[in-house]
């Protein structure tokens, strides 16, 4: 995948304590490290609006659905 450069500012003693992960060898650079940090809130960021949408479903409503969707698929469904 391309990637791009993008300059960012951080406080010191953020960047002191990612300084000090990269020389652990936590990770094998600043860029790593402040990568797979945006990945990781992107995804909980997406996780968290799908739990959002996820609440504004009516329970019954979906359960219903969902019997009656079953229902008439069942007689379809090839016998064990």
Do not use: H
Not at 19 to 47: G, H, P
């Amino acid at each position: 995948m391309a990637k791009s450069k993008v300059a960012i500012s951080l406080d010191e003693s953020t960047l002191d304590r990612l300084d000090k992960l990269v020389q652990k060898a936590a990770f094998t650079s600043r860029s790593q490290a402040i990568q797979e940090a945006v990945d990781e809130k992107l995804a909980r960021l997406n996780r968290s609006r799908l739990a959002r949408e996820c609440a504004k479903l009516d329970p019954a409503f979906e359960k219903s659905l969902a019997e009656d969707g079953l229902s008439k698929d069942a007689a379809e469904w090839p016998e064990y």
